[in-house]
């Protein structure tokens, strides 16, 4: 008989040992919180120094930004390097890029049911971390450029003397 009133006085307790739990808890959580306040002032040691990149521009032959050339200025540019300047003319290692041509196409033919002909775009792109283009792709673009396409080169990442990584602008090359 003493068993369930043993029971019973502690089925009672369980909201005051929830309660304690709780506050413990909570004491602890706010004591941890306090611990990883950042230290303010001087940060040395493990802590580097904010890189900012430099101010740079992206050229392509004589082009840079965006460009209109004829197909027969495309060409010889697919075999140009990129270059990723400073204003004060500082040459930047160039570490990646991504490269994209979009070519015109035509969708349908004489033979389909209706005889229309569907005028669309595709897209052959790839990462690339040396310039000039490989000589597949020079080949490739070089014997299917056309009026109305266009080269883009963009996410192009550059690299400093200390090792620093940072973007450059992108360099579009619509053909005309």
Avoid at 70 to 94: C, G, H, M
Avoid at 108 to 113: L, V
Avoid at 141 to 146: F, K, P, Q
Avoid at 149 to 172: C, M, T, W
């Amino acid at each position: 008989m003493k068993g369930i009133f043993v029971v019973l006085s502690m089925f009672r307790m369980i909201p005051y040992i929830k309660y304690c739990c709780t506050v413990l808890l909570l004491a602890f959580s706010c004591n941890a919180l306090e611990a990883q306040k950042p230290v303010k002032g001087n940060n040395t040691g493990l802590h580097q120094q904010k890189f900012k990149p430099p101010k740079v521009k992206t050229t392509w032959g004589n082009h840079s930004d965006s460009a209109i050339v004829s197909p027969a200025e495309a060409i010889p540019l697919l075999s140009v390097p990129l270059r990723v300047t400073d204003d004060k003319n500082t040459a930047y290692a160039l570490s990646s890029y991504q490269f994209m041509y979009r070519k015109q196409g035509v969708i349908g033919s004489d033979e389909s049911e209706s005889g229309k002909t569907e005028h669309t775009t595709t897209i052959k792109s790839q990462f690339f971390r040396s310039s000039p283009l490989p000589e597949l792709w020079v080949k490739t673009i070089s014997e299917e450029i056309r009026s109305g396409e266009e080269l883009y080169v963009y996410d192009i990442v550059a690299k400093d003397n200390q090792g620093h990584l940072f973007f450059a602008p992108s360099i579009r090359i619509r053909i005309n």
